[in-house]
């Protein structure tokens, strides 16, 4: 049942977004994640899956090499047609300005500030929006280029696009981003050693019949170590199962990475 629901919350926000999860390599986390990653990856046609270094503790690492950000929005239905460049640049503008003051309270220095906008847009009569990013407002074409980006991220989204209807923002969307510094990740050297498990245990990969599996322990992997399936190992925050047919390599970063048949 817990990978059924990870599979349909992934396709949600894949395949229901115009994204083919094929095209992507799924990062699993947490202490569960790499226990049915293998499962879920096979359902959706996903062919790689990189297991990061202690998955157990990955959020945790995430949340303090994360760079802190500041949003802000404002709702004013703007119909792009007669709208300029200028016009549109002052709303963004007085956001980010908003946000970027936030950081600076913070004591981020001007130098380590980014902003990103983003545009809530809908074909005129629509009750839902598309979030389009705005790079720039500077020439009266970049108005004309945010549409085309729109109607293009409709149909990614949706299926289809309609050029003819009339297009406007619903929504103005500021991030202000405080840049913090980032470390450096150690690498190993790789070998060429072919890790050998310290016990097996049965393991059900079906409803029908338990399969003598090598377990093995990951503080033992050493880069370019290659481990075919079906095996199971194990570890302080999770662990990791490969179904037959799978082939995992441990890289230079001590990430595991499988590839899924």
Known sequence: MLTTNVTVAM??????RGYDPREFTLVPFGGMGPTIAAMAAGELGIGRILIPRDPGTFSAHGMLVTDVHQARSLTRITPIEGATVAALDAIFAELESAAMDELIQEKFPRERLQARRHAGMRYRGQ????????????????????VHRFHDAHRRRYGHMAE???VEIVNFQVTAIGLIPKPVMKTFN????????PESRPVHFNAEEARDTPVFRRSALQPGTAIEGPAVIEEKTSTTVLYPGQRAMVDAYLNIEVEVA
């Open 164 to 166: 003819a209807e009339a």
């Open 11 to 16: 396709r949600t926000i894949t395949v229901e």
């Open 190 to 197: 790789k070998t060429d050693t072919q890790a050998a498990p």
């Open 127 to 146: 009750s839902y929006e598309v979030s389009v990013p705005v790079p720039r407002l500077r020439e009266p074409g970049d108005v004309a280029d945010l």
